[in-house]
């Protein structure tokens, strides 16, 4: 389901804006990445870079965050990297923000670090995770209510939580909606994703649909909450140390190019 991303616009968008140091990783997330895109989505580009060495020697710190959000070749593309220093961390925090840029299968750029990555990300895997999807869970369901009803936030309050539910009963970063919705018996997924579809980007719910549809928020909170307590994820990851190590590694060679 879902408009298929365009990968090349983005790879001319990233050259038009590039960051202040090395792309390691950029990724398509937001809907096309969620399986429930409209043909005027927008351009969701979430990536990774890694500053030259020499600006953390010194007096000054790089900015941890390179961000652009322009329309480009007629599409609205939002772009936004993470230094690499401030992108582990986050990791290592459970952020589900960095864990789905890093597992996309979109990406744009084809580096060596990816694989190396995509372990470390792995073996961070932790409870932690919990506090951040239970919360963007909450702050979507406000986000929701406070405007006209949308499918597009409604879709977004299912996708939080189902991504939270599969990664803390499986180790595994899902970000896809019509995935989990099925392996997770929530068939009305379907419909909602139909609506927008048939419309656009902003397409507005009736009261009788939002209703109907916001019924399953109490369900994916008591799921939500089932996961942690049944989780086989240990409570905070286990890799820092291999992290750092990595990271070190990663800056020496930027400095030295061996």
């Known amino acids: 389901m879902g408009v298929v991303p365009d990968l090349d616009r983005g790879r001319r968008f990233l050259a038009a804006h590039p960051p202040p140091g090395r792309v390691l990783l950029l990724a398509v997330t937001g809907s096309h990445n969620y399986g429930f895109s409209s043909p005027d989505s927008d351009l969701d580009l979430k990536g990774i870079h890694v ?7 010194g007096l000054g710190r790089p900015a941890e965050a390179h961000d652009r959000l ?17 992108a582990m961390s986050l990791m290592l925090k459970g952020n589900g923000n960095m864990l789905e840029r890093i597992f996309s299968p979109f990406q744009l750029v084809d580096t060596p670090e990816i694989p190396a990555m995509r372990v470390l ?3 961070s895997l932790s409870q932690a995770c919990f506090g951040h999807y239970a ?10 209510t406070r405007a006209t009803p949308r499918a597009k936030s409604l879709l977004y309050t299912y996708r939080v939580a189902l991504t939270g539910v599969h990664l803390l009963r499986t180790g595994e970063v899902e ?15 379907e419909e909602l994703i139909a609506i927008k579809a048939e419309g656009a980007e902003k397409q507005a719910l009736t009261p009788a649909e939002d209703e109907r ?24 990851p ?21």
């Open 70 to 86: 322009e329309v480009f070749d007629g599409q609205e593309c939002d772009l936004t990297t993470n230094e690499v220093g401030r």
């Open 213 to 236: 549809f916001r019924a399953a928020w109490p369900r994916l909170e008591q799921m939500l909450r089932d996961a942690k307590e049944g989780s086989p994820l240990p409570e905070r």
């Open 135 to 144: 919360g963007y869970f909450q702050g979507m369901q406000r986000e929701h």
């Open 121 to 123: 990300a792995q073996g």
């Open 238 to 258: 286990q890799n820092r140390d291999a992290v750092e190590r990595w990271l070190i590694d990663l800056r020496r060679h930027e400095l030295l190019g061996a």
């Open 51 to 57: 500053a030259p060495t020499e600006r953390l020697l």
């Open 175 to 189: 970000a896809h909606l019509p995935t989990l919705a099925e392996r997770y018996g929530l068939a009305e997924v």
